[in-house]
């Protein structure tokens, strides 16, 4: 006897193959000059990576206690602490390095129940590294 698959002229389908739609001929299997080494892949929501901190590298995810700090410039992924103690050195994105004068943390219920909002004044790291120059130069401060 022979199956119905058999009688209607279809392949059966097998859950773990992929079946081939495209032959190797035709004008549509071939990538176009634009194209080529931008294959994109496309994840779920839940094969896409957590939350990866700018500057410390730590990923955050579901029932993480860090909490985030969002600059005003961008909306790049800081550790609030990380990016506070970057803009007491820097006041521009350590990512994009655009200027931020705003540090925003979340409120984190029951340990942050309410917002909060740190402004930053202009810092410049290379301004700061000079003058320690122009200071040991003139007070002959040996560099350690």
């Given amino acids: 006897m022979a199956s119905d698959a058999e009688d209607s002229g279809a392949p ?5 193959k992929r079946v081939k739609t495209l032959t190797l001929g035709s004008p549509e299997s071939s990538p176009s000059s634009s194209d080529k080494g931008k294959a994109k892949l496309e994840l779920s929501d839940s094969e896409k990576e957590p939350n990866c901190c ?4 730590i990923e955050t ?3 993480s206690t860090i909490i985030r700090g969002c600059i005003d ?5 800081f550790c609030f602490v990380c990016i506070m103690e970057w803009s007491k050195v820097e006041s ?12 925003r943390r979340p409120c984190k219920p029951p340990v942050f ?10 810092r410049d790291q290379v301004l700061y590294s000079r003058l320690l120059f122009r200071l040991e130069f003139l007070f002959g401060f040996d560099k350690c």
């Fill in 113 to 122: 129940p309410s917002e909060r909002v740190v402004n930053v004044p202009v």
């Fill in 12 to 16: 059966e389908s097998h859950p773990n």
């Fill in 61 to 63: 995810g579901h029932g």
């Fill in 73 to 77: 410039c961008c909306d790049h992924y």
């Fill in 54 to 57: 700018g500057i410390c590298l």
């Fill in 92 to 103: 521009r994105c350590p990512m994009c390095k655009r200027r931020f004068s705003t540090i």
